[in-house]
């Protein structure tokens, strides 16, 4: 029963540490990165398409991405589409090809970004030791039922606080690395 507790425990966090981490992909930080682009649709003969689905999508340069629709004849529409995502890139075409540059940001830019990130992670500390919070009042209501010993309750609120402190580790980490990323040159 207290070892369930731990895996819901352990699966939940781990689900908020994958979230986090798929939102700091979509964090611009002066490096071309696909995932700038997820959230582009393009209206493909009346249909919004996503732009992944209906052109490659390349990295030739740390602050390049380039854009080949499969049908060169959709390029205006890729290109408007990148536009209207309102992702703060404007892009360029040759008629075959889509060359978007990223620019690089500005110190105070970055340091904005660092910011919103570090609140971003912190959100994510708060989801976590909500999760332990939900763990440890399960543990109180067992013991209420008699279910389990105060010893047992005791051990068991001090394994999930050592889950948790495994987890905001985790987050601590993904945002170290973040910020490196962001506030490098």
């Known amino acids: 029963m207290i070892n369930e507790l731990y895996k819901e425990t ?24 696909m995932t700038m682009l997820d959230g582009v649709k393009v209206d493909y003969y009346g249909t ?10 390349a990295i030739p340069e740390s ?9 060169i004849s959709a390029i205006k529409e ?8 309102n992702i703060g890139l404007t892009p360029s075409s040759d008629g075959k090809i889509i060359r978007i540059t990223i620019p690089p940001l500005t110190e105070d830019r970055r340091r904005e970004i660092a910011k919103t990130v570090h609140n971003t992670c912190e959100e994510f500390k708060v989801a976590v030791r909500n999760i332990r919070r939900d763990s440890n009042d399960t543990l109180k209501s067992l013991q209420k039922d008699g279910d389990i010993s105060e010893d047992e309750n005791f051990k068991a609120q ?8 495994e987890f905001i580790k985790q987050i601590e980490a993904v945002f170290a690395a973040k910020e490196k990323e962001i506030l490098e040159l």
């Open 78 to 85: 890729v290109e408007k589409g990148i536009l209207k995502a």
């Open 158 to 165: 001090k394994e999930v606080q050592d889950i948790t402190d």
């Open 63 to 71: 602050r390049m991405i380039t854009v080949q629709p499969w049908d």
């Open 10 to 33: 352990r699966d939940r966090m781990v689900k908020s540490v994958k979230t986090l981490e798929k939102e700091m992909t979509r964090v611009r930080t002066g490096r071309a990165s």
């Open 48 to 57: 919004l398409t996503p732009l992944n689905q209906m052109a490659s999508i």
